[in-house]
Each structure stands twice: as C-alpha cells, then as structure tokens.
C-alpha cells in the first residue's frame, strides 16, 4: 500500500470517527441519551452499524469519546496549579459548558451523559486532589478527607445543576455561589494547615532547653 493510500484511509476514518463522535454528542442535546442505541448512532452518523462497531466497541466507548471532544471542543481545561485555582477553575469549565444549558443537563442527569462525563471526570477528580495536597497532606486528616471530597463534589456540572434547577437561581448565579462555597472551604482547610504549623512550632520551641 503507497503512502498516499494510507494517508488517505487515515484521513477517512478520522472523519468518520469525527462524524460519529458529533452525531453522539448532537443526539444527547438533542434526546437526552438514555434511549439512544447503537444503530441509532449509526444511522445519524450516515454509516452502517457494522462500521461503528469497527470505531467503537461498545456504546460505553463511544459515549466515553464523545464525552472527551465535547470537552476539548469547549476549551475545558483540566490542570490546577494551586488550591486557591480549584474554584477559579471550577467557575471557567462551568462558564464554558452553561453555553449549552439543554446538553450539559443531558450529561448530569441521564445514564448516558454520566457515562459520556466520565473519563473528564476522572481527569477532574485527580486534578483537584493534586492541587489540593499542599494543604492536605498538613492539614488534620479527617478534616482534610472530609473538606477535599465535598470539594471534589462541588467542582462539577452535576453541583451548579443540582443548585439552579432546586434553587431557581440562573445558571451563572448557581454557579457563582458554588464557586465561593469551593473558596471558603479551600480557605478552612489554608487556616487548618497554618493552625498546626503554629502548633508544631510551638511544640518544638517548648521541648528546647
């Protein structure tokens, strides 16, 4: 097979896949997800279910990649270089998906979004718990287990959502309210961490001659 052959196949399957991975992502904004299937997927995407199942495994795989080029088509940047940038973070990914109100409700609230979201969400999780170490590995451990999961959970679609649909804020507004929920437990788990340095220090000075 020439180069340009190659070449060229190569350049078909990208866009088939990429054809897929959009008709997926439209058909969640769309349906919703929960009812989508395979053949449904298929047919949307103009190919036949035999040649998806070539791209895709299984509708878990498919959901999964559609769920990573949303995200990466959003601009949804995952890395957190300090614990005072989880909720700045948290404010810009949650800014960038409310662009899409009808899919990112999909994506919280049908089994298929869930399952879309969470490949992202694994990224998510690591990435807050790395920024979050300076602090944790200082702080007291209970506290610091408990405040890092509730983080964890507010740093999320799942958590504005919750909030505006329960609340009857707007989006941006529930999202603003997280965001400072996220700030003030980063800044319990700061005082903490700076508590038991104060402590040990003074701990050390005492046991001097």
Known sequence: MSAVVASLRERQAEQ?????????IAALETRG????SMADLAQAAGISLRTLY????????????????????????????????????????????????KLVRALVRSRAGQVARSGVRSQRV????????????????ELARGVAAVITHLCSAAAWVAVADESGLGDAEAQAAVGRAIDVLV?????????????GHQSKEEEEP
């Open 16 to 24: 088939v896949r990429t054809a897929v991975l959009e008709a997926t």
């Open 33 to 36: 997800g929960d009812d989508l």
């Open 54 to 101: 070539r791209y895709f495994p299984d509708r878990a795989a498919l959901l999964q990649a559609a769920g990573e080029r949303l995200y990466a088509e959003l601009g949804v940047e995952f890395e957190i270089a300090a614990p005072e940038d989880i909720a700045a973070s948290f404010r810009e990914a949650s800014r960038r998906l409310s662009a899409r109100p």
């Open 126 to 141: 690591e990435a807050i718990r790395a920024a979050l170490q300076p602090l944790a590995g200082e702080a007291d451990p």
């Open 187 to 199: 800044e319990a788990l700061r005082e903490d961490t700076g508590r038991g340095r104060r402590e």
